[in-house]
């Protein structure tokens, strides 16, 4: 392992596949919990969680990690039982450090349908060490939420909201959805209201994505559904944020926001630390199925068939699918384009030494004596004109250090990335 | 008995997939020419394009030595024919270059227009044709029927038609028996003056141009100076032989013999197909008849896309002109696309060949505009203008009237689809002449259209409307006066040259409609408002508008998927790089072409 290596920091993602029902917008992998082989499935994480560790070892690359994150599907209706082993099982084989940052996925109504078994869930996790929650909230609107598929209502969220901070969770966030069909941006501003009460530590804001293959998908097909307009969509985001500037939220992502520490001026303390390793190039190792990881230079990504997920964990291989080695041009594009989504932006130093980490021909050509803007601009010398030209309409800051959207920029930021890839 | 006895001259003509190349390939496993362990699938098709699309526009000269019953070796001299209607003029030259011809039908589909279309160019070179039925392993095989239209259509005796399986093998020794005995062996005098046909040629980066030839008269060898006799120049000869496939060089090929001779030749156009070669110190009295000038029938621009070299665009296009000596191309400049090129093409399909092997072999961006023909233009003044460029178009107040070209197309179908080939004819100004029944289920429809009409995706329509029954041919028949005018496009006020197109003043406002609907689809939304109007000089006839604004924005990246990420991103960017830059109006480049395939299921 390199010195480089050791700065980056390390997460740990783990996906749990399950949910009480799939939602009508969701083309993400998951199914039914009813009757499904949860209990097969943590116990094949187990085995893949011993296999990617020992490999890790072997490499000498093992390091604690400094994020966990549950994601789903919806975590929170495994049970307590087969999580807590598995649980056990990662912190074991890994590594942990002291003050990580331990996020789970839950979902309004999921978390027990009694005060006293949700307490005793909640102590659960906080015995496992979760000390972040996120909540899929999406609507504070009884209608809305059950034309999404949701299972929970707005009162629901009330109440688990109440019994968390009860149990003492001090870092919360809540996910809201805008752009839902004939949602206006007024209906969309009284949702955030309505969350805003809850003063949550951190809240996820993204409008909804009709995609092929889902219900909502073929209802668009089909005509029965219409699309909010992009205006209207891009018109209530651009609210929404100046809405959670005035109460007091760092707008540090697209479509992230977190409350401000006691200084205002310095980075929230309760921006999503895993989240950020995404957008940092740091590495991530990915556990369960279709997750993904990028560890040593390595981006991988494990099957989305649960049938192949079993059968390799059983036969002792890991369930991979996809690998791939960055190449230095990977590695600076990739930091150009997740950097890009972080308001601050990328800084030239950075991204440039995503790239010449990786290649040792290139600390050739690249003399000592160029700047790192230099070098950034002769990687990317066919992005540089249209880049000036997205610069010069309002949409990109380029400084002497780096680069950054925005917020108008946000809207097109696909366009404005794709000139880095 | 003398040695022409032992050769046979032969061609194979079929319908473009019945089979001809897998029966080439076949007769070359046969023949033991190439292990079968080294047989790629139709051999003798050496371009992907046209493997792609499974029809042959050039295939290998092969000669094949055939050990037959009679205990006599054979030279077989299989010369293969392009199988599409843009190359009539080549197909007639290799046939000029045969004594025989071997037909194959489908006997699960019966004779195609284009196998009439092409025997009647074999019967027009006196040749003695064998009618083969292949494809006789298939259980939708029904022999008797397509013999029986072998004989009613074609009015040759079928009885005794070899039925064979190209695919897998079956028949193809009795059919090689039955050529021997059909087809005549080549007439010729080896002592005579050298009168040579070229029937086909390629440019080899080491022996410069190759040519295929059938000697007629005399002999010619290495250190021989020929001429051409239709262009007047003359070569050293530096090579001659056999092509079995491939060149393998020989001492001389004589009158009835089939091979190559190379010369120091740089472009295929310096040795035309259909060109008599001669000897420069005892010509022949005469060329060969049958000589054509190669005439463009189709035009289009071709411009560098963004970030493509002009530079690397003319090179390729010389690179292609060397070898195809009926593509041609002169300078253009476009306001819309800048310089580029205006190319010639024998038709659509090789206008599509050309196109593709740019973006293929050459790995070029290049942005094709939409295909006109050729107007004569009769000005007030008298003159008569050739223009294929609508830009081109002189003013309305200057033109007495114009002329488009005619083709005559023979359409032949299943009777079932006569009633909406009929529509979609009389949509493309189609002029009915006659309709007859072939059988009692077959029916040959002809007519008489403007080019212009089928330039533009009339095959695809015919196809889809006939689920794929239908087969077509067409010749040039003549020029013919019509009111035309020429439609401009505007995007954002702004003309855009590479769009007008010249149309009968009828459809004008229908076309008009349809293009500016299309582009309407095609244009991405901007960050502004983008009309979209036609016009015909100052009046605008249409117009639609492309609404301002579009989010370009992903708001999650799922549990890290960076790579998923990614590859949105690189293939929006490469979408981007088949976009054209007009003023702020981003177009894909694809708009100039997809514009007018606007299938009329009015």
């Known amino acids: ?421 | 008995m003398s040695y022409l006895d032992n050769i046979r001259n032969f061609s194979i003509i079929a319908h473009i997939d019945h089979g001809k190349s897998t029966l080439a390939d076949r007769l070359i496993e046969k023949t033991g020419l190439v292990e079968a362990r080294d047989m790629k699938e139709q051999y003798l098709d050496n371009m992907d394009i046209e493997r792609e699309r499974g029809i042959t526009i050039k295939l290998q000269t092969t000669r094949l030595k055939y050990k037959a019953n009679d205990g006599q070796e054979y030279i077989l001299n299989l010369i293969d024919t392009p199988g599409h209607v843009d190359f009539n003029y080549e197909v007639s030259r290799s046939l000029a270059a045969c004594d025989g011809a071997v037909l194959v039908v489908d006997a699960t589909q019966g004779v195609e227009a284009q196998t009439l279309g092409n025997v009647y160019l074999a019967l027009d070179e006196d040749l003695e044709i064998l009618p083969v039925l292949n494809k006789m392993d298939l259980d939708s095989a029904r022999p008797d029927d397509a013999r029986a239209e072998i004989e009613d259509i074609i009015g040759l005796d079928a009885s005794e038609a070899p039925e064979i399986s190209a695919k897998t093998g079956m028949g193809i020794d009795g059919m090689l028996e039955k050529l021997i005995e059909v087809i005549p062996p080549p007439q010729g005098d080896p002592d005579g003056r050298l009168k040579a046909l070229i029937f086909d040629s390629y440019y080899d980066s080491y022996k410069g141009v190759i040519i295929y030839t059938r000697i007629f008269d005399g002999r010619v060898k290495r250190g021989d100076t020929i001429r051409m006799m239709n262009t007047g120049k003359n070569y050293e000869v530096t090579e001659v032989g056999y092509c079995i496939p491939g060149t393998v060089p020989a001492d001389e090929l004589k009158a009835g013999e089939v091979g190559y001779i190379c010369g120091s030749i740089k472009q295929v156009a310096d040795a035309r197909v259909g060109d008599t070669i001669t000897l420069a110190n005892a010509p022949a009295d005469a060329p060969l008849k049958g000589y054509k000038k190669a005439q463009s029938m189709v035009y289009c621009g071709i411009f560098p896309a963004e970030g493509e070299k002009y530079e690397n665009v003319k090179d390729a296009l010389e690179k292609l002109q060397v070898n195809d000596a009926a593509f041609n191309f002169e300078p253009e400049n476009s306001a819309a696309l800048g310089y580029g090129y205006r190319c010639g093409f024998l038709g659509l399909l090789h206008m599509d060949v050309i196109t593709e092997r740019l973006a293929r072999e050459f790995d070029l961006d290049v942005i094709t505009t939409l295909p006109s023909v050729v107007y004569k233009v009769v000005m007030k003044d008298g003159q008569v203008l050739d223009i294929q460029n609508p830009s081109n178009l002189p003013a309305p107040a200057l033109i007495a009237h114009i002329e488009e070209p005619i083709v005559k197309a023979d359409i032949m179908t299943p009777n079932e689809y006569v009633g909406s080939i009929m529509t979609l004819c009389q949509n493309r100004r189609g002029n009915m002449i006659h309709m007859e029944y072939l059988t009692k289920t077959r029916v040959q429809l002809h007519y008489e259209m403007p080019l212009n009409e089928v330039i533009y995706d009339f095959f695809d329509a015919l196809k889809s409307r006939t689920r794929g029954y239908a087969s077509l041919d067409y010749e040039f028949l003549r020029y013919q006066p019509a009111k035309l005018v020429k439609l401009d496009i505007l995007l954002n006020r702004e003309p855009i040259d590479a769009l007008s197109t010249i149309v009968p003043e009828e459809e004008a406002m229908a076309k008009g409609r349809g293009i500016c609907e299309k582009l309407k689809e095609i244009i991405p939304r901007h960050q502004f408002e983008v009309p979209i109007q036609a016009a015909i000089g100052q009046k605008i006839i249409a117009r639609e508008t492309v609404r301002a604004y579009r989010k370009d924005v992903l708001a999650k990246c799922y549990g890290g998927d960076i790579t998923r990420k990614k590859k949105l991103l690189e293939k929006q960017k490469a979408g981007k790089k088949r976009m054209r830059q007009f003023g702020s109006v981003t177009v894909p480049q694809e708009a100039f072409t997809e514009v007018l395939k606007l299938d009329d299921g009015r």
């Open chain 1, 1 to 421: 392992m390199t010195a480089d290596n050791m700065d980056k920091k390390r997460g740990i993602y783990i996906h749990m596949p399950f949910c009480v029902q799939k939602c009508r917008y969701c083309a993400f992998l998951s199914f039914g919990a009813e009757g499904s082989p949860r209990k097969e499935y943590t116990d094949a994480l187990e085995k893949e969680i011993k296999l990617r560790a020992a490999l890790e070892k072997e490499n000498g690359t093992d390091r604690p990690a400094d994020t966990i994150y549950i994601g789903g599907g919806t975590p929170s209706v495994m049970d307590i039982s087969s999580m807590s082993e598995m649980v056990k099982t990662l912190k074991r084989s890994f590594g942990v450090s002291p003050d990580a940052e331990f996020t789970l996925e839950a979902n309004p109504a999921t978390l027990g349908r009694k005060d006293g078994v949700m307490l005793a869930k909640l102590q659960a996790y906080k015995f496992m060490g979760v000390n972040r929650l996120s909540m899929g909230v999406q609507s504070m609107d009884n209608d809305r939420l059950h034309y999404l598929g949701r299972i929970h209502t707005a009162e629901n969220v009330g109440r688990d909201m109440e019994i968390i901070r009860r149990k003492g969770f001090d870092n919360v966030n809540l996910d809201l959805m805008f752009s839902v069909p004939g949602e206006s941006g007024d209906d969309a501003l009284n949702d955030l209201e309505k969350i805003l009460a809850f003063s949550p530590e951190h809240i996820s804001c993204y409008s909804l994505q009709i995609e092929e293959g889902t219900p909502f998908g073929r209802m668009a097909e089909s005509g029965e559904l219409t699309e909010v307009p992009d205006e209207e969509d891009r018109e209530t985001y651009h609210r929404i944020c100046r809405r959670l500037e005035a109460a007091g939220y760092e707008h540090y992502e697209i479509s992230n926001f977190a409350k401000k520490g006691g200084d205002p001026d310095a980075p929230s303390p309760y921006r999503s630390r895993h989240n950020s390793l995404y957008w940092n190039m740091d590495e991530y190792i990915g556990l369960g199925l279709g997750a993904s990881g990028f560890i040593n230079g390595v981006r991988y990504k494990n099957t989305s068939d649960l049938d192949e997920y079993f059968a390799a964990l059983s036969e002792g291989r890991l369930p991979v699918t996809e690998e791939h080695k960055n190449t230095a041009f990977d590695n600076i594009s990739e930091a150009v384009f997740t950097g890009l989504r972080r308001r601050e932006g990328i800084i030239y130093e950075d991204a440039v030494r995503a790239y010449l980490e990786t290649d040792d021909d290139a600390k050739k050509v690249f003399s000592e004596a160029d700047s790192c803007s230099e070098i950034f601009w002769e990687i990317f010398a066919d992005a540089r004109k249209e880049a000036c030209d997205y610069a010069e309409r309002g949409l990109l800051i380029i400084d002497n250090e780096g680069l950054k959207l925005t917020e108008q920029g946000i809207d097109i930021s696909n366009s404005i990335m794709s000139l880095f890839v």
